[in-house]
């Protein structure tokens, strides 16, 4: 990928993150998540897909850390294994595009440790085409339906076993992508932004249930998703995320009373919920 696609791809959310850290709109305060209070999670059910690697295992062992019960799972048998061998977790195998397979990693998750409490939904893959020559139609698919079907999916397999428990809290793995314009990977850019959607309109709509749903928008993370592109950011000045930095902000929100809100994470600024700008009324 080119630098100056990618700088220029980067610059209205980087000016945007920043406007927000300084001044918000002017008129509120910048929204922040709560500081994870000790025990906050201990103890709770965790499903975490795309868990093998980056930013699923980053959470997931962020997750033992509080002692939370934490199954992990991935496409990727034997890395998955491993993972849940040295994080000392379980393991299912699980292909996020096939529904059943996603009711069948919930129920093997309830029968195992007796229900659902928290759900991060993070399986996802780069989308490195555009519409012009490069695109793939088999890749096309392949992105949208790990991308986006991987949430709907996940969330219609998991939401009987949170009600069951009680509630619980979903977390989805979105993108600053999803709120800002990334030209390089418009297909990446599109499914994340329907995952932002999906959020926004499942927060309302089952909070009567018990069950928050909210997402993370991270910018470049230090995960095999941008090994492509490393170079060149790099290169650029583009500061990379530790993924221990979102495996923080994304616990903060799971402990968090909050529904429907986008939490960005970027590099050198501490977590905010995005704010969207209202619409005008019709008249």
Same mark, same amino acid.
């Given at each position: 990928?080119?630098?100056?696609? %990618? ?49 699923? &295992? ?15 799972? $991935? ?60 695109? $793939? ?41 999803? %709120? ?11 499914? &994340? ?15 009567? *249930? ?11 993370? $230090? ?7 490393? *170079? ?37 600024? *501490? ?13």
């Amino acid at each position: 990928m080119k630098l100056a696609a %990618l700088t220029a791809a980067r610059a209205p959310v980087c000016c945007a993150a920043m406007h927000a850290e300084s001044t918000g709109d002017g008129k509120r305060p910048v929204e922040r998540p709560i500081e994870l209070a000790p025990e906050a999670l201990r103890g709770k059910v965790a499903l975490v897909t795309g868990g093998a690697a980056g930013l699923g &295992k980053g959470v997931a062992s962020a997750l033992l850390e509080q002692d939370a019960v934490v199954a992990i799972a $991935d496409i990727d048998a034997e890395l998955g294994a491993a993972t849940a061998e040295q994080l000392a977790c379980h393991f299912i195998e699980l292909d996020v595009r096939d529904l059943d397979a996603n009711r069948r990693a919930v129920e093997e998750t309830v029968a195992k440790f007796g229900g659902l409490d928290l759900l991060h939904l993070n399986a996802g893959v780069e989308s490195p085409f555009t519409l012009g020559d490069d695109f $793939d139609v088999d890749a096309y698919r392949r992105a949208m339906a790990i991308n986006l079907d991987g949430v709907v999916f996940g969330f219609h397999a998991a939401r009987p076993a949170m009600i069951a428990s009680g509630g619980g809290s979903v977390i989805a793995t979105a993108s600053l992508a999803g %709120l800002a314009a990334m030209a390089p990977q418009p297909v990446y850019g599109t499914n &994340k932004a329907a995952v932002v959607g999906l959020v926004r309109a499942l927060g309302p709509m089952h909070i009567a *249930e018990g069950i928050r749903v909210n997402g993370i928008c991270p910018g470049f993370a $230090d995960t095999a998703i941008i090994e492509g592109v490393r *170079e060149a950011l790099t290169a650029g000045g583009v500061p990379i995320i530790p993924v221990k930095a979102v495996a923080d902000a994304t616990l903060r929100l799971f402990a968090d009373d909050v529904n429907g809100r986008l939490l960005v994470i970027q590099a050198g600024v *501490e977590p905010y919920y995005f704010r969207f700008p209202g619409l005008p009324r019709a008249r």
